[in-house]
C-alpha cells in the first residue's frame, strides 16, 4: 500500500504561497472588452476580479500540474467529477454519484443534466477519453496517477496507442466503472482521482492526436466547456480572463466576466480599498500578516478566515537526529503558542501530528506537547546531548513571517543548549535540499488534505529516501487499515496511532497551523469564501451593487 502514497507525493500541494510572485504593472496586456486592472471596462461592463499571487501554469488540462491556481483555473471550465466543499464534504460536479461495494470497483455516474456548452450531452465516453490522454506515454502527465487502474502500467502509464484500459470501462451513456489493482477508500478514490479528473470533451478532441493536444491552442481560448467560465485570454504572470458559459447546465453565471488579477502580495490591500480586487482566495492569495489588520479595517469588503489547513511544518531528519528525546525535546524547548499570537495574530492553531482541526480525522483528546524548557533538559540529558553539535535548520526564504518565527526558535533552543543555525533559501532549493540529507531538520508550508492525509503520510513516513528518513511498523499498519474501510469512525483511530506516534517520535511537528486571511468585497453576493469549494458554486455569485 504504501507505493500509493510514495508516487502521489506529485500531486501534493506544497502551499509555500510566497515562492512565486510577479507584479502586475502597466505593461499589463488586456482583452478586447475585458479591463483585468478594474471593475468596469470602456462600455462599463460589469465584472469582477480575483486577486492571486500564484503565476498560472498553463490553460492545458492535459500537461499542467496540480497546483491551486492550475486546478481552479482550468476547474472553471471543465468541472471534475466531484469537489470539496467548505464542510469537507464532496459536492456533486460532474458526477451525481460514486458507489462501491468492495473499494476496488468504483461506479460514477455522470448527472443526466450534464452538457457541453455546445448542448452535446456530457457521457462516461468523454470520461473514459480523459483518462485515456491522462495515461498517454506521449503526453506523460508525471503529477497523475492512474497506475492505481487496472491495465495501467505501475509508471502511471498505458502502452503507446492504447485505445482502452481494462480498469476504466464504459457501463452506458452516463455511467463509468473504475477498477483498482488494490483496495483504496472511497474517500481517497473521491479527494486523489475524482477531483482531479476535468473531463474533456471527446468529440471536440479525438481528431487530435496526442502530441498535438500537447500544445492545442484550443485550450487557450476553447469554445466548448462543461464548467460556468470559459477562458478567453490570459497572461500566465499577470491575469487569466473569462467570459460567462449561458449554457451552464447548472445555470448560467450571473456574472458576465471575470478576471484572476495575478498580483504581488504586498498590492493585494491597496487593490482590495481601491475596488480593483474584488475576492482573494485563502490558498492562492498570499496577504502579508503586517497587512491583516488594514484589511480586516477596509469598510468596503467582509473578511473571512479561512480553516485551519496550511501547516508550517518542520521535517526532522532522523538519519541525522536519531534519538527521539532530542527530537521531543526540540518541540518542549519552544513557545509555539507565543510564535502564533504574535507573528499570527493568533489566526490559525497548534497541533501536534498532521491532522488540524478542520479534518474529520481530528483527535481533539491528542492535547499538543506544552512549552516545558525544563522538560527539554530533562530529555537532552538522558540522551547524553553534550551541546557541542550545530544542528542545520532550513527555511524558505521567501516566508518572511517563518524566517522571524525561526529566529525566536532558535534563541528558545539556544537557552535549553541546543545550538542551531538557520539556512534560508528560495524554494526551489529548499526542495532540492529535502531530497537529501544534508539537513537536520527545515520547514515549508504543506497542506495536507484534511479528508484525505494518506497520500502524505505515507510518503513522510516510509524511510530511507524520504523527508524525514522514518519509518514505523504500526504506522505503516495503520495507514493500510485506513484504506480497508470507509467508515469515518474507524479512521479516525488509524490517523490517532499516526499523530500519537508522531508525538512521540517526532518525525516531523507542526510550529503552527495557519487560518489564512480572505477578503469579498460588499459589491460581490453569493461568495462562500473558504479554502476548499469557493468556486464550486460561482455561478451563483452576483454583483449587488
Not at 297 to 326: C, H, K
Not at 376 to 403: C, H, I, M, P, R
Not at 526 to 540: C, E, L, Q, S, T
Request: aromatic share 10%.
Amino acid at each position: 500500500m504504501k507505493k500509493l502514497g510514495q508516487k502521489i507525493l506529485c500531486m501534493v500541494l506544497i502551499t509555500s504561497m510566497l515562492a512565486v510572485m510577479t507584479g502586475c504593472g502597466a505593461s499589463t496586456k488586456k482583452t478586447e472588452g475585458t479591463s483585468p486592472a478594474g471593475n468596469t471596462t470602456s462600455n462599463n461592463e460589469k465584472i469582477v476580479n480575483i486577486g492571486i499571487t500564484d503565476s498560472l501554469g498553463g490553460m492545458n488540462p492535459l500537461t499542467i500540474d496540480q497546483s491551486w491556481i492550475n486546478v481552479y483555473a482550468v476547474g472553471l471550465e471543465f468541472l471534475p467529477l466531484v469537489q470539496l466543499d467548505a464542510k469537507m464534504n464532496f459536492q456533486p460536479m460532474l458526477a451525481d454519484s460514486i458507489t462501491t461495494e468492495d473499494n476496488v470497483n468504483f461506479t460514477v455516474h455522470i448527472n443526466e443534466k450534464a452538457t457541453w456548452s455546445d448542448g452535446t450531452p456530457v457521457t462516461a465516453a468523454d470520461v473514459e477519453y480523459t483518462v485515456l490522454k491522462l495515461a498517454s506515454p506521449t503526453i506523460a502527465n508525471a503529477t497523475m496517477m492512474y497506475y492505481v487502474f487496472e491495465g495501467v502500467g505501475d509508471d502511471g502509464f498505458t502502452q503507446p496507442g492504447a485505445t482502452s484500459i481494462s480498469g476504466v470501462k464504459v457501463i452506458d451513456e452516463k455511467t463509468i466503472q473504475f477498477t483498482t489493482k488494490y483496495p483504496i477508500s472511497m474517500v481517497t478514490f473521491q479527494n486523489s482521482y475524482a477531483c482531479y479528473l476535468r473531463t474533456l470533451p471527446k468529440h471536440v478532441l479525438e481528431q487530435y492526436s496526442d502530441e498535438e493536444l500537447m500544445t492545442l491552442d484550443w485550450f487557450n481560448h476553447p469554445d466548448v466547456v462543461s464548467g460556468p467560465f470559459m477562458v478567453t485570454d490570459y497572461d500566465a504572470n499577470h491575469y487569466i480572463s473569462y467570459k460567462a458559459n449561458e449554457n451552464y447546465f447548472m445555470g448560467a453565471p450571473k456574472i458576465e466576466k471575470l478576471n484572476f488579477k495575478i498580483v504581488d502580495g504586498s498590492q493585494v490591500y491597496a487593490g482590495l480599498k481601491s475596488g480593483e480586487i474584488d475576492v482573494t482566495h485563502h490558498t492562492m492569495t498570499a496577504i502579508p500578516q503586517e497587512d491583516y489588520e488594514s484589511i480586516a479595517a477596509l469598510e468596503n469588503v467582509n473578511v473571512i478566515y479561512g480553516s485551519p489547513v496550511t501547516n508550517q511544518s518542520v521535517f526532522v531528519q532522523t538519519a541525522n537526529i536519531t534519538d527521539a528525546r532530542v527530537r521531543q525535546a526540540l518541540v518542549y524547548a519552544i513557545d509555539r503558542e507565543q510564535i502564533l499570537q504574535q507573528l499570527m495574530k493568533g489566526h490559525g492553531e497548534i497541533v501536534d501530528g498532521f491532522l488540524s482541526s478542520a479534518s474529520p480525522y481530528y483527535d481533539e483528546n491528542i492535547t499538543p506537547l506544552p512549552y516545558d524548557p525544563e522538560k527539554a533538559k530533562q530529555l537532552l540529558a538522558e540522551a547524553g546531548w553534550d551541546g557541542t553539535k550545530t544542528l542545520k535548520f532550513y527555511v524558505n526564504s521567501g516566508d518572511s513571517t517563518f524566517v522571524n518565527a525561526a529566529q525566536v526558535m532558535v534563541a528558545q533552543w539556544a537557552n535549553v543548549g541546543i545550538k542551531v543555525e538557520v539556512q534560508t533559501v528560495d524554494l526551489a532549493t529548499l526542495m532540492t535540499i529535502a531530497g537529501t540529507t544534508d539537513y537536520d531538520f527545515f520547514a515549508v508550508q504543506y497542506t495536507y488534505a484534511p479528508v484525505d492525509p494518506y497520500p502524505d503520510v505515507t510518503w513522510l513516513l516510509s524511510g530511507e529516501g524520504s523527508w524525514t528518513g522514518y519509518n514505523n511498523a504500526d504506522i505503516d499498519a495503520a495507514m493500510a487499515a485506513s484504506q480497508e474501510t470507509d467508515d469515518m469512525a474507524k479512521i479516525k483511530e488509524q490517523y490517532t496511532i499516526v499523530d500519537k506516534k508522531m508525538q512521540e517520535d517526532v518525525a516531523m511537528f507542526s510550529a503552527y497551523v495557519i487560518s489564512a486571511q480572505g477578503a469579498v468585497s460588499k459589491r460581490v453576493s453569493g461568495v462562500k469564501a473558504d479554502v476548499y469549494g469557493m468556486f464550486n458554486d460561482i455561478h451563483n455569485w452576483e454583483i449587488v451593487q
